[in-house]
């Protein structure tokens, strides 16, 4: 009888004891990507140029997986009684994504079939370039700016 107060009296106190707030995820600076991705031209293979590359090949795909979720929620919303307007806005959507692929809203498409180790070798540059960096603090401002700026989907034709 003593064993299972013991234990009650253990679990009140654990049930009791305050948890701190969970705390967010601490964006990666600038900086730090530099000094990862600075090795990856002489040393690919090591821990920092893993890093370099996992990084740059994590943010695309969470960019892709993000903007194909959002398309077809968009496209879930539209799925009820739509006006003609909302049909052909959705047509368009459906046809932007075949064409240009899930990134197409993230304003860069890198196509198919294209290395990683090209787009890590062009986000590396830029990284590298004062000019292309500018006053960026976050990584994610400057990948995000250079797959913009090296991969961008082709204007709509029209049609």
Do not use: K, W
Request: aromatic share 8%; hydrophobic share 40%; net charge negative.
């Amino acid at each position: 009888m003593t064993a299972i107060r013991y234990l009650s009296a253990i679990t009140a106190i654990a049930l009791a004891t305050p948890v701190p707030s969970a705390v967010a995820v601490e964006a990666l600076s600038t900086e730090e990507l530099i000094s990862h991705c600075a090795v990856y031209e002489s040393n690919p293979e090591g821990s920092d140029g893993i890093f370099c590359v996992r990084y740059i090949q994590g943010f695309i795909d969470g960019a892709v997986a993000t903007d194909e979720r959002v398309t077809y929620n968009v496209a879930a919303e539209y799925d009820r009684d739509e006006t003609y307007t909302e049909r052909a806005i959705r047509t368009r959507l459906g046809r932007s994504l075949e064409r240009y692929g899930p990134s197409f809203y993230a304003e860069f498409c890198l196509g198919e079939p294209l290395p990683l180790a090209t787009v890590v070798r062009t986000i590396v540059d830029d990284l590298l370039d004062p000019q292309r960096v500018g006053g960026s603090a976050l990584a994610r401002d400057v990948v995000y700016a250079t797959l913009r700026r090296a991969y961008p989907c082709a204007p709509e034709d029209g049609g």
